[in-house]
């Protein structure tokens, strides 16, 4: 008997020293695939239905408002998927190189004949809406950008203006314009200030892409989709260059004071979220909605929303910085990667970034190899392919209607953790069958959670309660 019990005891000692010394599997998911194809005819007036610029009662209130978000690639004419993909990365490239030399600098000058370049250069954005400028509001499309706060568009007189969708406004026939003042403290708040002959405040932006904006500060009523906001300072530009697509100008979403949120948070709280959907993406493929939207107000926070905390950035309060303290692949922490890679140091270096206009997540180098490492470790029944621009990872699956990939989620502050669909991580980049990791690495220390990753979610940017959401399924 005694034997008997002992032989018992050392069995199940066996057994749960084997149980504790084996590795847990990987945790895996279907990608159904769906390569590039050729994007859908593009319109470049793109008349929206009426409803787009009047209020819907069942949704739109006082104090909240919805509005329909494009791609850019919507006004795009002549390009096939590919193409339009090798831009995006151009752009992104110009973009992040932007974004990693921004710095929270000011300066005043008498006139704009010199070449003067704004602390925060950004570049341009990937999405753009419909407002209405003055009173009478004239419409016109606005690109939107969550890493810029300045509020702009062309105006006449244009001594020097790129092509646009509508007809340039025109200042002199609204009855809500009004100039600000040299003296003024919106005029202070500026970036790079001047002050004219008249005694009005001047105003300049550069891009990252070399795009920019010259003209006079202003404040004027913007329309909504019927909704009203007054009082809003916005730069008149009548000197602009740059690539935006047919854009009457910029709706500057970030952190800082000039924003559109932070000058509208009396009306709408300091929230708003929104919900991108890529048109020439899988996503858009498998039958998810084409239409993007943004959202003002309280109705911007869903129930269902996972949040982390906002970071502040003591030199720069443009950006939206959250925390993040590592990433799983399969299941499993990737070993190497720790949360004091993506800290935001007292200079205002480093951190992590939550943006609109940049499409491919960048993570500090090596927490990008050790990242890409343990994928392409579970990934290992994945034929490989040649890398493709940006992208050192990519697979062959040219043949295939569906594969298992390994399970991706982001591991924020307050124990918030975001599971990645397999369709923002593993992207088509041509109509071949290629897939490629849409991660990249960088070596400026600024990390940045681009849009590919969002898409699909309801991305919620809570200043008043100083968060950043994320809400799966936010786009039905």
């Known amino acids: 008997m005694e034997d008997s019990t002992k032989t018992t005891l050392l069995f199940l000692s066996l057994l749960f020293s084997s149980a504790i010394s084996s590795p847990k599997p990987l945790l895996y998911e279907t990608l159904l695939l769906n390569p590039l194809s050729k994007p859908p005819t593009p319109n470049p007036t793109l008349p ?22 494009e791609h850019r690639d919507s006004l795009a004419t002549n390009s096939t998927a590919e ?121 300049q932006v550069s891009y990252g892409d070399g795009s920019f904006t010259v003209g006079e500060f202003s404040t004027e009523t913007l329309t909504f989709r019927g909704t009203k906001v007054a009082g809003i300072a916005l730069g008149c530009g009548h000197d602009n260059e740059g690539l935006f697509v047919g854009a009457a100008g910029l709706l500057g979403l970030g952190k800082g004071r000039l924003s559109f949120p932070s000058q509208a948070a009396g009306q709408f709280g300091g929230k708003f979220s929104y919900c991108l959907v890529d048109r020439t993406s899988s996503t858009a493929a498998r039958g998810q909605p084409a239409a993007s939207y943004i959202i003002f107000g309280q109705s911007s926070v869903p129930r269902s929303a996972i949040f982390a905390p906002m970071v502040a950035n003591p030199r720069l309060d443009t950006f939206y910085y959250v925390g993040l303290t590592g990433i799983s692949v399969g299941g499993k922490r990737v070993a190497g990667i720790t949360e004091a890679m993506f800290r935001l140091d007292t200079t205002g270096n480093g951190g992590v970034i939550v943006d609109s206009g940049t499409s491919v997540t960048r993570l500090v ?41 390994p399970t991706v989620v982001l591991h924020f502050g307050r124990g918030a953790d975001l599971s990645l669909p397999a369709v923002n991580y593993l992207i088509p980049v041509n109509t071949q069958g290629v897939f490629c990791f849409a991660f990249a690495g960088t070596a400026n220390g600024l990390s940045i959670i681009g849009n590919i990753q969002q898409q699909g979610f309801r991305v919620v940017f809570d200043t008043a309660g100083g968060r950043v959401g994320f809400s799966p399924h936010g786009c039905r």
């Open 365 to 405: 180098r090596p927490a990008y190899v050790a990242f890409r490492n343990a994928f392409a470790a579970g990934a290992v029944g994945l034929k490989k392919a040649a890398g493709y621009s940006l992208f050192d990872t990519c697979y062959d699956l040219s043949g295939l209607t569906e594969v298992k990939v």
């Open 83 to 203: 193409e339009l993909f090798q831009l995006r990365l151009k752009r992104d490239s110009l973009r992040v190189q932007a974004l990693s030399r921004a710095r929270n600098a000011t300066a005043h000058v008498s006139d704009f004949s010199s070449s003067v370049v704004s602390g925060l250069s950004q570049g341009s954005g990937e999405y753009f809406t419909r407002i209405g400028v003055g009173t009478p509001p004239k419409y016109a499309y606005m690109v939107l950008d969550t890493g810029s706060d300045i509020v702009w568009l062309q105006c006449a007189p244009c001594r020097k203006c790129y092509t646009q969708s509508d007809p340039v406004f025109n200042p002199a026939r609204s009855n809500s314009f009004s100039a600000v003042r040299c003296g003024d403290p919106l005029c202070r708040r500026l970036d790079v200030s001047g002050c004219g002959r008249r005694g009005t405040c001047l105003y």
């Open 48 to 69: 929206w239905t009426s409803t787009e610029t009047t209020t819907d009662s069942e949704s739109e209130t006082a104090t909240s408002l919805y509005l329909r978000l």
